[in-house]
T-cell receptor, first 112, second 110 residues
C-alpha cells in the first residue's frame, strides 16, 4: 500500500532558527496538505498544495510540492516558542488512490 | 460557534459501558469523517459520510457505530470497547480536498 515517510521524527531547536521537514511518498500525489497539532487539540491546516513545483507561503511557513510529485517540504523561518507542536503531512493520489495518506509527524520543540 | 466542535473532550469508560461521541460542523461542508489517532501510528480513517450517506468504512469493528442524521452532525456510538480502543478520536469535515478537524475526544477504556 501507499506509504508516507516524514522526517525528521523530532527536532529540538533554538528560538530564531529556521526549520525544515519533509515527506516522501512511494507513489505520485496530486495534493499535499500540511497540518500542525498542538497538545490536546486537533490538527490545524497550515498549507495546501495542488500543483507540482508549487511554492506556497503562510506567514513564516513555506511549503513546496516536489517536482517528482512524490515529496513535499515545509520550512519555518525564525522559529518562535509557539511553533512548538507536531507537524503532519498528508497526501492524496488520483483515480483509485484518492485516500488521504498521513505521515507520522515531526515533533518540534523550541528552546526560548 | 464556528468550525468543527466535538464533545465530550475527555471520556473514561468501562468495557461494558455505552457512550456516544458528538461532532458538529458549522462550515457548510458536505463530507464528515471519523479518525482515530494513536501514538506512533498515522491517523487512521474510520468512517466517511458524504451528504449523510456513509461512503467509507475502513474495516472498523462493529463496537463502533457511526450515525449521520444530517450534513452538520456526526455521532460515534461506542459499546463494549476494549482497552486498545483508547485513543484520540477526531472528527473532520471537508468540502473539497482540505479537511478541517475538531479538537477531538480523548477516550480511555478501562
Amino acid at each position: 500500500g501507499q506509504q508516507l515517510n516524514q522526517s525528521p521524527q523530532s527536532m529540538f531547536i533554538q528560538e530564531g532558527e529556521d526549520v525544515s521537514m519533509n515527506c516522501t511518498s512511494s507513489s505520485i500525489f496530486n495534493t499535499w496538505l500540511w497540518y500542525k497539532q498542538d497538545p490536546g487539540e486537533g490538527p490545524v491546516l497550515l498549507i495546501a498544495l495542488y500543483k507540482a513545483g508549487e511554492l506556497t507561503s503562510n506567514g513564516r511557513l513555506t511549503a513546496q510540492f516536489g517536482i517528482t510529485r512524490k515529496d513535499s517540504f515545509l520550512n519555518i523561518s525564525a522559529s518562535i516558542p509557539s511553533d512548538v507542536g507536531i507537524y503532519f503531512c498528508a497526501g492524496r493520489g488520483a483515480g483509485n488512490n484518492r485516500k488521504l495518506i498521513w505521515g507520522l509527524g515531526t515533533s518540534l520543540a523550541v528552546n526560548p | 460557534e464556528t468550525g468543527v466542535t466535538q464533545t465530550p473532550r475527555h471520556l473514561v469508560m468501562g468495557m461494558t459501558n455505552k457512550k456516544s461521541l458528538k461532532c458538529e460542523q458549522h462550515l457548510g461542508h458536505n463530507a464528515m469523517y471519523w479518525y482515530k489517532q494513536s501514538a506512533k501510528k498515522p491517523l487512521e480513517l474510520m468512517f466517511v459520510y458524504n451528504f449523510k450517506e456513509q461512503t467509507e468504512n475502513n474495516s472498523v469493528p462493529s463496537r463502533f457505530s457511526p450515525e449521520c442524521p444530517n450534513s452538520s452532525h456526526l455521532f460515534l456510538h461506542l459499546h463494549t470497547l476494549q482497552p486498545e480502543d483508547s485513543a484520540l478520536y477526531l472528527c473532520a469535515s471537508s468540502q473539497e480536498e482540505e479537511l478541517f478537524f475538531g479538537s477531538g475526544t480523548q477516550l480511555s477504556v478501562l
